[in-house]
């Protein structure tokens, strides 16, 4: 026997007030001996019996309301139906045959929740160096000064030309993208129809990548000034953009005026006990100069967070590093914080949830409405149950499966096969750990400044380009674009995958509109930022869901083979019996007897509307 159970986590399943969820479910049979919602007040079970409401086409609708817990932010709670053969229960992840674990249970946190606003964005990830020279006497010089404890010269290099490897001169080549060549281009991004930016470090930094600051306090002057940040700001939010920055406050640099390898002063910590920053850091003995540097690297000496003056500078103190730059003139929208799994005191990460708690109330603190995001390249579960983290770089829950799935890759480059159950059943994994609202706020990427451009690991293959596309706008989380990615630019591992902007290509590249339809259709679509995901449709090569929200409904089907694949949609699962529905570019479909025929050419992933 099949049972179709469904509940939404939205306004069309759920409400709260006076402390009382009122939740609803979605059953295909009237004939139960019990339709009820178990929760955990107190650590015990209670079973509340859903009230009858009545019939949605060939569904039937069940309602219950009780107090959230007291104990604790979070709520849990799942459904079960009982009949004279046996039982059901609906959890997040869909319908099981026995009392399902904790970690899937529906969740639902009172106190803590992501911006409502996060979910409505499309980003546009910047690497600044490799986006847009504005102001080329503001670039670095060849061997104006050295990384490495002067051992690495800076090499400047002309825009486009290929990016060195890590044994050539890798971080140290810079091409001189800007502040300034950013705000150049936004008429261009808002053109793409982008509507929030996350740039990488911009602060003071020895690198181009910038994830070893040297002052937190300053924009690196060969990426601007504080007054072109200001500027930008104030641009971006005219245009009603919003902007994230990341922060690296995990480790420093060792140019850092704290520790001072190059010991140009006599105050900073390395070989020096007496200095007043020694204990900022982790020295193996007092009078040593051996220190912890991140995952061992000696030239990010890690932050010792157990001591008082540095939390009161990167967090705590009223003008704090985390709370200055969401302050005018700047007034960004929120932070990305580099490995904030790692963040703690001395190696191990050391009660590291204190710490994000901490970033996050300092950073809520500011502005209520700021976004809190987390870097977890795995399993970000623990920091997204509300109170730490709004969101996650959804590697685990996105861009890990969907390049199995499409690329046959993981993320270590070593090969694997999903098939499309196989992948439906990660990510249904991956969401139902977190709250709804969470699961909304995960920022999702084909690729990042971390990975190798997603359309080279498919060898520039164009339908698979598009499946993932089409995922990225459709799938429950806000998307982001990697600069480039939209007019099909290319690169392997880091710092490969960092290649120069190619503009002049942007007016002629194919990709440029596809992306641009994509992004349009997302921005118009309530159900595809906020709605409901119901699968209708599973099997090893193709997949079909829906995203709902109220009245809007925006069905999504993938066919992962290289053969067309006739299938039966059943529509009735969302209370349908008649209707039409239309993809871009093909004739309408009738909804006959609660079920849609639709044809799914190889490799595609369309995406329809009610006509």
Not at 146 to 158: D, F, M, Q, T
Not at 447 to 457: E, G, N, P, V, Y
Not at 596 to 608: E, K, S, V
């Amino acid at each position: 026997m099949t049972v179709f159970l469904s509940h939404a986590q939205t306004q069309d399943g759920l409400s709260f007030s006076n402390n009382q969820l009122k939740v609803k479910l979605r059953t295909d049979s009237k004939e139960w001996l019990s339709v009820q919602v178990r929760h955990e007040p107190d650590n015990e079970e209670y079973f509340v019996d859903m009230t009858y409401l009545g019939q949605v086409g060939r569904l039937h609708e069940w309602q219950a309301s009780f107090e959230i817990n007291h104990d604790k932010d979070l709520t849990k709670y799942v459904f079960k139906v009982q009949d004279e053969k046996g039982q059901y229960w609906l959890d997040a992840r869909g319908v099981q045959k026995r009392i399902p674990s904790h970690e899937f249970h529906f969740k639902f946190n009172a106190k803590h929740q992501p911006p409502e606003w996060v979910s409505e964005q499309v980003f546009y990830q910047i690497f600044p160096d490799r986006f847009c020279n504005g102001n080329p006497e503001i670039s670095v010089k060849t061997g104006e000064y050295a990384l490495n404890n002067g051992e690495r010269p800076v090499v400047a290099k002309e825009w486009g030309d290929a990016v060195d490897g890590h044994g050539g001169t890798g971080a140290a080549e810079f091409f001189g993208g800007d502040l300034v060549g950013i705000n150049h281009k936004l008429d261009y991004l808002q053109d793409l129809g982008i509507t929030a930016l996350y740039l990488n470090p911009i602060f003071t930094s020895p690198s181009n990548h910038k994830y070893d600051t040297q002052d937190y306090m300053s924009i690196d002057p060969h990426l601007g000034s504080e007054e072109d940040f200001a500027l930008l700001r104030m641009d971006t939010k005219q245009r009603g953009m919003r902007l994230i920055l990341d922060a690296v406050f995990n480790h420093t640099s060792t140019e850092h005026a704290w520790f001072d390898r190059m010991q140009r002063t006599d105050s900073g910590a390395y070989a020096n006990p007496q200095s007043p920053y020694h204990d900022y850091y982790f020295f193996d003995k007092e009078d040593s100069t051996n220190y912890i540097g991140w995952k061992g690297i000696d030239s990010l000496p890690v932050l010792n967070f157990e001591n008082q003056q540095v939390k009161d500078y990167i967090y705590q103190s009223d003008d704090a590093v985390i709370k200055h730059w969401l302050r005018a003139p700047y007034d960004i929208d929120g932070w990305r914080f580099d490995v904030i799994h790692m963040l703690g005191e001395g190696e191990g990460a050391k009660n590291n949830a204190h710490y994000v708690q901490a970033f996050r109330d300092a950073t809520k603190q500011e502005n209520p409405e700021a976004y809190v995001l987390g870097e977890h390249f795995f399993e970000a579960t623990p920091w997204l149950q509300g109170d730490q983290e709004d969101g996650a770089m959804n590697y685990y829950g996105f861009a890990h499966p969907l390049r199995a799935l499409i690329a046959k890759q993981d993320i270590a480059y070593q090969p694997i096969d999903l098939n499309m159950i196989e992948f439906r059943d990660w990510l249904a994994e991956a969401r139902a750990k977190v709250p709804w609202l969470n699961q909304l706020s995960q920022l999702n990427q084909l690729d990042s400044h971390d990975t190798a451009r997603f359309i080279s690991l498919i060898d520039n293959d164009e339908s698979k380009l598009k499946v993932a596309a089409t995922l990225l706008m459709t799938y429950l989380g806000t998307p982001c674009l990697y600069y480039g990615t939209e007019v099909g630019l290319k690169g392997g591992q880091d710092p490969d995958n960092r290649r120069c902007f190619p503009w002049g290509e942007e007016s002629t590249s194919p990709w440029f509109p596809y992306f641009r339809s994509l992004i349009e259709l997302r921005k118009s679509r309530i159900s595809l930022q906020k709605g409901h995901l119901q699968e209708l449709y599973c099997d090893e090569l193709c997949w079909v869901f829906a995203r709902v929200y109220g009245d809007e409904v925006t069905l999504v089907s993938v066919n992962s083979s290289q053969e067309q694949k006739d299938i039966s949609v059943p529509m009735w699962k969302l209370g349908f019996e008649s209707g039409s529905f239309q993809a871009e570019g093909q004739e309408s479909t009738k909804i006959l007897e609660g079920s849609l025929d639709i044809t799914l050419p190889a490799m595609t992933a369309d995406i329809y509307t009610q006509c």
